[in-house]
C-alpha cells in the first residue's frame, strides 16, 4: 500500500514501470483516491469550504458561479453547505469542514449574528484557517470581507423615488434582526433626512427575507385601504413577492404605484419587467471573495481587507409618480 500511496503523490525514485503497474491495477478496479483520506495525511488540502444561507436564492447562486469560476482556474475544489439561516445548522457545517481539512472558508453568516456576539465571534477566530466573509459582515469581527454598500444604495434608490414628487415609501425591509436589513434601512431614512423631510416609522415593514413574507406583508399594505404612492422591495425575493401581490389587484405600475426593486432578477427580463431597480454584479462578488482568499494564502498577513462593492442605480420608469395621485396624502381605496 505504501508504493500505491508513493505512486498517487507523485513520489520521485519511482520507476516507469511501477508507476505503469499501479496505474492498471487502479483502472482495473475502477479506483478513486480519497481527496478526504489525502487531506488528512498531508495536513494539507485544495478544498475550499462554502457555506450560504439559502441556496434556492438566485444571489447566492449567483455568488456561487463567481466563486467556482475562480476555483476553477486556480485547481481548487469546493465543499457547498446551506444552513437555511439556522445557527445550529451552521455550527454543524462548519465542524464538517473543520474534519475534512479544508484549506479556506468563504462564509455568509447567520442572519441572528448581526450584532456583536463575543462566542460567535471567537467560533471564526479558533477555526484556523484564512475566512472570507461574503455580503453580511459580523460587527468588531474583523475579518476579511466583500460587501456590497447596501447603504448608499438605498440612500440613491429612496432619493430617485423623492425626486420623482413621492413623500409617502413603504420600504419592505425584511427582517429587522439581519445587518443587511439594517443597512438598507439606515440608507432610506437618509435619505429623506438628506432631502430636508421626516421618514415615517410606519412606512417600514418587517418580513421574513422569502416571496411569502413579502407576499403577505404587501397584501396588507394593498388592503389597509391606504396605498403609499411607492413601494420598495429591498432584496430580490422581496420583491418577487411583493410583485406576486400586486399583480393579484388592478393596480398598475406607475399609474397606480410606484415599484422600486434592490437587486435584478433573470424573470425581469424574461418577462419583459422594465423596473427601476438597484442592479448588483453578484458573480463578481463571489469572484473578488475567492480571489481575497487565494491571496490571503499566498501571502500571509495579519491585514485586514474588506472591500465595498457598489451597486448600479438602473432607472427604467417604474419611479414615476402615480397619475392622480396627491404627493400629501395617501389614496383612498375602498
Known amino acids: 500500500m505504501s508504493t500505491v500511496s508513493r505512486v498517487l503523490n507523485n513520489y520521485p525514485h519511482i520507476s516507469s514501470a511501477t508507476k505503469q503497474k499501479v496505474a492498471d491495477v487502479i483502472h482495473e478496479m475502477n479506483y478513486v483516491p480519497s481527496v478526504y483520506a489525502r487531506s488528512l495525511s498531508s495536513q494539507n488540502s485544495n478544498i475550499i469550504g462554502v ?10 447562486g449567483g455568488v456561487i458561479k463567481g ?8 485547481n481548487y475544489n469546493i465543499l457547498l453547505c446551506n444552513t437555511d439561516e439556522d445557527q445550529i445548522k451552521e455550527r454543524n457545517a462548519l465542524r464538517m469542514l473543520q474534519e475534512y481539512r479544508i484549506k479556506g472558508l468563504i462564509i455568509t453568516p447567520v442572519t441572528e449574528r ?31 470581507a466583500v460587501l456590497f454598500d447596501d447603504t448608499t444604495a438605498l440612500f440613491d434608490l429612496t432619493s430617485l423615488l423623492i425626486e420623482n414628487g413621492h413623500r409617502d415609501i413603504a420600504i419592505l425591509a425584511g427582517d429587522p434582526r439581519h445587518v443587511v436589513s439594517k443597512r438598507r434601512v439606515e440608507g432610506y431614512i437618509s435619505a429623506f433626512g438628506a432631502n430636508g423631510l421626516e421618514y415615517k416609522p410606519s412606512d417600514i415593514y418587517a418580513s421574513s427575507f422569502s416571496i411569502e413574507g413579502a407576499y403577505c406583508v404587501t397584501k396588507k399594505i394593498l388592503d389597509s385601504c391606504e396605498l403609499p404612492t411607492a413601494i420598495i422591495g429591498s432584496s430580490n425575493m422581496l420583491s418577487m413577492g ?16 410606484a ?28 469572484r473578488k471573495a475567492m480571489n481575497l482568499l487565494i491571496a490571503n494564502f499566498q501571502h500571509q498577513s495579519n491585514d ?28 383612498q381605496c375602498c
Open 51 to 60: 457555506v450560504v444561507p439559502e441556496i434556492s436564492n438566485p444571489f447566492f
Open 67 to 74: 466563486i467556482t469560476q475562480i476555483a476553477d482556474q486556480e
Open 114 to 144: 448581526g450584532e456583536y456576539d463575543k462566542e460567535y465571534v471567537e467560533m471564526f477566530r479558533n477555526f484556523g484557517i484564512d475566512l472570507v466573509l461574503v455580503d453580511r459582515d459580523i460587527k468588531y469581527g474583523n475579518f476579511n
Open 242 to 257: 411583493c410583485l406576486k401581490a400586486l399583480s393579484e389587484h388592478t393596480l398598475t405600475i406607475p399609474n397606480d404605484i
Open 259 to 286: 415599484f422600486a426593486g434592490y437587486d435584478a432578477l433573470d424573470m425581469h427580463e424574461i418577462l419583459n419587467l422594465n423596473f427601476t431597480l438597484v442592479e448588483k454584479d453578484v458573480e463578481l462578488l463571489g
Open 304 to 331: 485586514v481587507n474588506k472591500i465595498m462593492l457598489t451597486p448600479k442605480l438602473v432607472v427604467r420608469g417604474s419611479e414615476k409618480f402615480p397619475k392622480g395621485r396627491s404627493s400629501k396624502s395617501r389614496k
